[in-house]
């Protein structure tokens, strides 16, 4: 060994330790960027798969709302064919089998399957042969939930275009129950009569589109909820993935299955299409196969491009260590010593220029080094002046302003007062420095001083306070002080900092406050029991007008009835009609006593509000009106509502004004139709009444909610102007507001909100 180190150079064991270095440093650096590398692929990868099925999911979502768009053009025609098919089935009796269903297939055009599905969900009646007898209970249990829903109400239920149960193929679908509740009668349009225009929405291009972006993919497949997969209707899936569907059916789960034997992992993706509007449900399973293969040789393609930069960077470091070694393994003896004269302060000194010229950069950098040191006290020299500087400039600041600033030790020692402090205490700045002051406090405040104090700690070393002290002069002054500790390591208080103001005329306008306050709330409160006085005095004037008018109308009433039963026959026919108005007048005039009286007391009544449902308040409305729809064809229609907080009494008159101002105005219609119901506007919901009756130019609209207005000058719709003055009263009571809508002949929609 010794041998060994005799023999060698210098430069030989130098370039050893380069090269040993350059490995080293190497090979870290590889094996961290292999790291990053294969975290980074991975982590792509990942990304890539999340985007590759929120592409699918957003894509899936796309085409099914434009399906949707198309499957609703074709609501019309089906809805006109029920009118044809009811008929059929009311001139029937509600007998089935006296139906000519064919003739009737082909009077609606052929294209169209006729079924009557019984109270037991089961298809009883059909022109479509595979389906008669299916039993929707048995088989599509939640379908026959629907069924019995809209078999118990009225009106046109359109359904999704679907396949058929039976072959796969496409049909739309749409429900009418029967008046007499016994059937629902369904019709079921064949793909036929609309594939060449549906056919520009297909998932299969959505499938090539997901293939060409992501080159991991090896397949996709897409099942429907009847288990029928996408662009293959004879498909049969096998008992393994028959029961995965179904459980993923049932519980809206995606699920992931990785096959290592296969080099793939596929993921069953579950998206939800259902929709409230219609029966079927449209939610798709899409089955993505991912190649884990690829994916394995696409990472070891990427390691070994970066196995071989790193062979390369090897190379590369171990040539430039040899030249390196090339320029530092000259003997340094003369650069010693000016290195010792260097040590020992001579700055001036410079490093001689050896022989060699491998110590040439070095001998420039230890001048250059040298230099430095000479460059880096200088500037030390210059900071520490410019902070002397500086220091005196922020005294400076501190002495001109105009709040107390002061530092004291725990012990009450100040430590720093500026000018404001000391001339705000009588004192003198540079005789306080190092003495003990502590302001006067009085005796009730001084114990809230010390807790204050006490509270001060390293997790909360600031903290604000408010207190009286008394100045040598004995006056009491308010002062806010902002007290700041400064702890040691150890958590020990040390010193504190103190910034305060004088706030005496800001507690004295505060106190000025609450004094003007209270002799508001007191002026508030005999205001409010005059108030209280006047409106007892206005319910008692009222029921005395009230009463005072009644007695008159009645006997004006009561004598007229008398003349016209004792003297009716042997009276002029126009004395008894003008005997008839006196009497219809009176009755008008009563109800109208009525309607001031209920109209002056709404906004006294007490307000109480619950959580309700508006659509059965609206229902019990309409009930209560029920008798004014004798001899009449009307369709009361309730859309869902949300829940609302009201007053059920006061909304229960809202409906009952709104459906009886409906039902009046609709007299002239041969089917009077009524809906009310809700929607949201600006994140809140706006309830509305609607009807098809007379309506009205808008242009009187600000005069509808006025009292004793009536804007039609027909005299067949009685009424006394109040009603809707009164609906308006409670809207605004529940902090909401009404308007209305309207044009003449087409109806009116009153809508409003409840706050």
Known sequence: MQWLTRTRSFSFFLLLVIIGLVALIVTTITIGDLILVRTDFEEQSALLRNETEGNIITSVRIIDEGLKLFDNTLNRRMEESFVVFNAAYVESGGDPSRMDLEALKQQLGGDLELYLINESGVVEYTTYEPDLGLDFQSTIPYFYDYLMTIRESHGFYPD???????????????????????????LGLSADAFTSERSSLRYTDMIETVRERNPFI????????????????????????DALLNEMLSTGVSREFRDPSKGITVKYLYIDLRDKDYASDMSLIVEITYDE????RSLRNIVAFHLLVATGGLIIGTIAAFGISRFITRPIARISEDVDAIARGDLDQRISMSAGKEFRVLEESINSMVQALKDMITRLQNSERRLSESE???????????????????????????????????????????????????????????????????????????????????????????????????GNLVEIQSVGRDITERKSIEEENRRLHADLEERVKNRTADLEAAYRELD???????????????????????????????????????????????????????????????????????????????????????????????????????ICSADPV??????????????????QRDVAEIETGSLEKEGKPVF????????????????????????????????TGVGLAIVERIIHRHGGRIWVESSPGTGTTFFFTLG
Request: aromatic content about 12%; proline content about 5%.
């Open 650 to 667: 006061l909304l229960n008159q809202v409906f009952m004004n709104l459906l009886s101002n409906a039902l009046k105005f609709t007299r």
């Open 540 to 642: 008692s004037f009222s029921y005395s007008v009230s009463h005072d008018l009644r007695a008159p109308l009645r006997a004006i009433d009561g004598f007229s009835s008398i003349i016209l039963h004792e003297y009716g026959s042997s009276l002029p026919k126009e004395t008894s009609t003008y005997l008839e108005k006196i009497r219809e007048n009176s009755t008008r005039m009563g109800q109208l006593i009525d309607d001031l009286l209920n109209f002056s007391r709404m906004s006294r009544q007490p307000l109480n509000r619950f959580l309700i449902d508006p659509a059965s308040i609206a229902g019990e409305a309409f009930e209560g009106l029920r008798a004014e729809t004798f001899n009449r064809v009307v369709h009361f229609t309730i859309r869902e509502m949300p």
């Open 218 to 241: 090896r397949d996709i497949r897409i099942f429907t909820t009847a288990k029928r997969l996408v662009g293959n209707k004879s498909y049969v899936p096998d008992p393994e993935l």
């Open 688 to 719: 509305y009444v609607k009807d098809n009756g007379i309506g009205f130019d808008m242009q009187y609209a600000p005069k509808i909610f006025g009292v004793f207005q009536q804007i039609h000058g027909d005299t067949s719709f009685e009424g």
């Open 392 to 490: 005196e400039r922020y005294r400076g600041v501190v002495e001109s302003q105009s709040e107390f600033i002061t530092r004291f030790l725990p012990d009450g020692t100040v430590t720093f007062a500026n000018e404001a402090y000391c001339r705000y205490f009588g004192l003198n700045c540079h005789e306080i420095i190092g003495t003990k002051f502590i302001p006067a406090v009085p005796d009730d405040e001084q114990d809230m001083v010390r807790a204050h104090f006490g509270r001060l700690s390293p997790l909360q070393p600031e903290r604000t306070i408010e207190h009286r002290i008394i100045l040598p002069g004995g006056d009491i002054r308010w002062q806010e002080w902002i007290d700041r500790g400064i702890f040691d390591p150890a």
């Open 160 to 186: 999704r275009v679907v396949q058929e149960r039976a072959t796969g193929n496409l049909r739309k679908f749409a429900y009418l129950p029967t008046l007499d509740r016994r059937y629902i009668l369904e």
């Open 293 to 296: 293969i690829a994916i394995a």
